[in-house]
């Protein structure tokens, strides 16, 4: 048991090494992967927006196929007609030159036409196989030191934050950040509202 209890602690420890360390100065940072360990100086502003690499996954189409498909559709398949009943319509066949009045009038019978669209067999091109593209997209988020004790020194907070996609073929990127070790305890609470990520870390 201590065997792997010694095993799982350097495991861990060579995970955190694995991670970006940033250490904070300035208003704006870059981080060339999805997750970072940041650092809290004395130096460190209190807002700070830091930018990370995301990789955003979504289906794409790698070959298509054609199938046939039963539709209703007069456009495709064409119209059935028949006659629904008639109406009559009156009209002049002769007029007077002189005066434009009418000398003979008819009675027309007009068959009433009704069209309704046919149902055949159409062809139809579909997507038979997909596969997942990704690119990689740089998403912004903004973390607000609120009212946080002034370090001294060489004292430091570090926090853990990962960015991710939210969901497969979506558009949305989501945060996760977690003290690691600070001066005094904190929470982390988000503000990020209509779609921008915003978080305010504060003393418990």
Do not use: W
């Not at 694995?18 to 809290?40: G, H």
């Not at 002189?98 to 309704?116: A, D, F, S, Y």
């Amino acid at each position: 048991m201590k065997k792997l209890m010694t095993i799982s602690a350097v495991a861990i420890s060579l995970s955190c090494f694995a991670q970006e360390r940033i250490i904070l100065t300035s208003d704006e940072v870059n981080v060339t992967s999805t997750e970072a360990i940041l650092v809290r100086t004395a130096e460190t502003p209190d807002i700070v927006r830091v930018k990370f690499n995301v990789p955003m996954s979504n289906s794409v189409c790698e070959a298509y196929s054609t199938r046939f498909v039963l539709v209703t559709s007069g456009a495709q398949c064409g119209y059935n007609e028949y006659v629904s009943g008639y109406t009559t319509r009156t009209i002049c066949l002769r007029t007077n030159p002189q005066n434009g009045k009418c000398l003979r009038i008819e009675t027309q019978r007009i068959p009433v036409i009704q069209r309704h669209p046919r149902t055949c067999q159409v062809p139809e091109t579909y997507c038979s196989s997909y596969g997942t593209i990704t690119n990689y997209e740089t998403d912004e988020v903004k973390i607000k030191f609120k009212k946080l004790p002034e370090l001294g020194g060489t004292e430091e907070d570090t926090f853990m934050v990962k960015a991710r996609q939210k969901s497969y073929n979506g558009q949305n990127v989501i945060y996760e950040i977690s003290s690691i070790q600070t001066v005094v305890p904190y929470t982390v609470k988000s503000k990020g509202l209509f779609g921008f990520d915003s978080y305010v870390i504060e003393v418990k």
